[in-house]
């Protein structure tokens, strides 16, 4: 099946840093992707749309210029966490919607494994 | 994005007994899907049920949708110490564009004793 890849899994970062998270598919082009947010105890939160070759679409509250979200291509969304606070260490994940190749066709959501991150 | 409600919100049951989690949402839905997270990991897909499904089954899974109570319950039965994990709801909104803008319930935390 569909396979979404996020990288790091677990990642620590000093405050005041910047950290980088991947998310690919790879199997499908992913037309959309969707990055959530979740902290600890807590349900996911839509955080941004991530539409290839145009500017994400960010939710309510959330600070556009603190993350990041490059959709360059149609197997990778990254999202960047500028400037990083303890306040946003949190799981952050991933889904991506495409049609699968060789699949049975229509668009299909597949969630990444998620990326813990820890600001020290 | 308003959250859903699910409950309850903690569940702690014995091996081989039944466990019904229920989901209420707001907004029209083009399906209504139920995930499970197992504690510290990615989400794992269980079950997604159209808007204009009532009922649908996967082995020990039996998912229930009612779009005119906009309520959906998910059904667990003869259940394991492994299906100890938290579950949540997710909505997907009516409408093309949004597809896979899912909104997630506040999730039940199931515990199952041996």
């Known amino acids: 099946g569909a396979v979404v890849s996020q990288h790091p899994s677990w990642v620590i970062c000093k405050s005041g840093t910047s950290v980088k998270i991947e998310c690919r598919s790879l199997?499908?082009?992913?037309?959309?992707m969707f990055w959530y947010r979740q902290f600890p105890k807590q349900s996911l939160m839509l955080m941004a749309t991530?539409?290839?070759?145009?500017?994400?679409?960010?939710e309510q509250g959330v600070e556009k210029d603190k993350f990041l979200i490059n959709h360059a291509s149609l197997t990778l969304s990254t999202l960047t966490v500028t400037s990083a606070h303890p306040e946003d260490s949190s799981f952050y994940i991933c889904?991506?919607?495409?049609?699968?190749?060789?699949?049975?066709?229509?668009?299909?959501?597949?969630f990444g494994e998620g990326s813990w991150l820890t600001v020290v | 994005s308003q959250q859903g409600e699910e409950d309850p919100q903690a569940l702690s049951i014995q091996e081989g007994e039944n466990a019904t989690m229920n989901c209420s949402y707001k907004?029209?839905?083009?399906?209504l899907q139920w995930y499970r997270q197992n504690s510290g990991r990615g989400l794992v897909h269980l079950i997604l049920?159209?808007?204009?499904?009532r009922e649908k089954h996967s082995g020990r899974l039996r998912v229930t949708l009612d779009t005119s109570k906009k309520s959906s319950s998910l059904l667990i039965t003869a259940s394991r110490a492994a299906d100890t994990a938290s579950y949540f709801c997710?909505?997907?909104?009516?409408?093309?564009?949004?597809?896979?803008?899912?909104?997630f319930g506040q999730g039940t935390i199931l515990t199952v004793h041996p």
């Open positions: 889904s991506a919607r495409g049609l699968q190749i060789g699949g049975a066709g229509g668009n299909t959501i597949y």
């Open positions: 199997d499908f082009q992913a037309t959309t």
């Open positions: 991530s539409n290839e070759g145009s500017k994400a679409t960010y």
């Open positions: 907004t029209s839905i083009n399906n």
């Open positions: 049920i159209r808007s204009n499904e």
């Open positions: 997710a909505t997907d909104p009516a409408g093309g564009t949004s597809y896979g803008k899912l909104t």
